[in-house]
């Protein structure tokens, strides 16, 4: 039952305990004229009906009380009123009576007993992280130039030591090829030892004899620089200069 | 010996005498109960007449007569044939009314109106079924004995009698 057939907030806790329906039945005495009132369930069958035959009677005013067994208004369907027969049906109303259970959900009111205080549900929180944003990456990329060849700079930087650190670990690994090698032929290490000691012999060996004098000698003039060079060197400088200047 | 005990005993009842008063005890609960539903009022829609009529401003009095035991009682409703009080009246007033079923509790009970009966200002209905049953009543009054004299001025009031008598 919706709020419109009982002119209420139809909620839980709610029982209907009886039903007051009054109308006018207009007909002749001899017309044949059934009235029935009532409430269908969920499934469409009737919850409650209240059928008067007034046929063979005086059509006039009814009122009527239907006591109901305190039916929860979930229960309750489409109300109607359904006649037979040749006559109609005037000034129809029907007032529901009804009870409400406030406690119907314990927690609905911390009064209610059966109530639980409620653990309030923690909000997963995301924050926002402005230095981690692409677009403000974007926006705050610097424009100076003596910046940009800073960061030039440390770039080069790191894949030097980007470089420097996989040489290492290809050392490393090596290494480690070698060092699996060596558990692995046990045999073989043995050998190496045993050749090597038998060679420091030879390294312990003393060679008899003296000193070595130096015998070449040059004779006469100067040594003259080679002009050659120091011409390339000036202009290796001054190219170096000039790409400085650039810059400036 | 246990038959001479018996014999001793009955000796001395018959010769002792003992009396005693047992009261018994009831209570009907009505089975017949009449209320006021609506009070009447009345309209004067010209100077020499009051009316219940809603037409003319009035309210037509119904009485609630709820029985819970079928063919057991007549209901007699009466419209009044005077004032039960009012300004001091130099001329005579004509009454005039009606009692009518209104409403019923089933349609059983449609059939009132016609099977009743007319005594004078009283309507006597048989009530045959267990239910409610509602009566209206419409009453007129009119001043001057036909020569349309104007009511005086002042408050007037009337009764309506309604009874559940048993059958």
């Not at chain 1, 015998?215 to 060197?233: A, P, R």
Request: a negative charge; hydrophobic letters at 35%; charged letters at 20%.
């Amino acid at each position: 039952m919706t709020s419109k057939v009982l002119g209420m907030n139809a909620v839980g806790g709610m029982d209907v305990t009886g039903v007051i329906y009054q109308y006018t039945a207009v007909k002749d005495k001899d017309d044949n004229f059934v009235v029935t009132v009532g409430n269908e369930d969920l499934d469409g069958n009737y919850l409650w009906k209240d059928t008067e035959d007034w046929s063979g009677k005086y059509g006039m005013k009814i009122r009527k009380l239907i006591p109901l067994a305190f039916l929860p208004i979930a229960k309750f369907g489409k109300g109607k009123i359904a006649t037979t027969g040749t006559g109609s049906v005037e000034d129809a109303n029907v007032i529901y009576m009804y009870r409400f259970d406030a406690c119907f959900d314990p927690q609905s009111d911390p009064s209610c007993p059966g109530y639980v205080k409620p653990i309030p549900v923690v909000p997963k929180i995301i924050i926002y992280d402005a230095l981690e944003d692409d677009n403000v990456k974007d926006a705050t990329e610097e424009t100076d130039k003596e910046l940009i060849e800073e960061k030039e700079e440390s770039n080069e930087d790191e894949e030097r030591e980007e470089d420097e650190m996989q040489l290492q670990m290809a050392l490393a690994s090596s290494t480690n090829a070698l060092t699996i090698a060596n558990e692995a032929t046990q045999g073989s290490i043995v050998k190496a030892m045993n050749t090597a000691t038998n060679i420091n012999n030879y390294y312990v060996a003393k060679i008899v004899g003296g000193a070595y004098k130096e015998t070449t000698s040059l004779f006469g003039g100067d040594i003259v620089d080679n002009k050659q060079v120091f011409k390339d060197l000036t202009q290796d400088k001054l190219h170096n200069k000039m790409l400085e200047e650039q810059y400036k | 010996m246990k038959y001479l005990l018996i014999t001793l005993s009955l000796m001395l009842s018959a010769t002792t005498a003992y009396a005693a008063n047992i009261d018994i005890t009831g209570t009907v609960q009505s089975r017949c109960i009449v209320n006021t539903d609506t009070a009447g009022m009345y309209g004067n829609p010209n100077a020499y007449t009051l009316t219940t009529v809603p037409a003319s401003a009035g309210q037509l009095p119904i009485v609630r007569v709820d029985v819970s035991l079928a063919n057991a009682y007549n209901a007699k409703i009466s419209y009044p044939t005077s004032f039960s009080s009012s300004p001091s009246l130099g001329d005579t007033v004509a009454w005039t009314g009606a009692a009518t079923v209104v409403q019923t509790s089933t349609s059983d009970m449609s059939g009132y109106q016609a099977a009743s009966s007319l005594s004078g200002a009283m309507r006597t209905y048989a009530l045959t079924v267990a239910g409610t049953t509602w009566f209206s009543v419409a009453s007129v009054a009119t001043y001057g004995g036909g020569q349309q004299k104007p009511f005086p001025g002042g408050s007037y009031k009337a009764v309506v009698l309604a009874e559940c008598i048993a059958q």
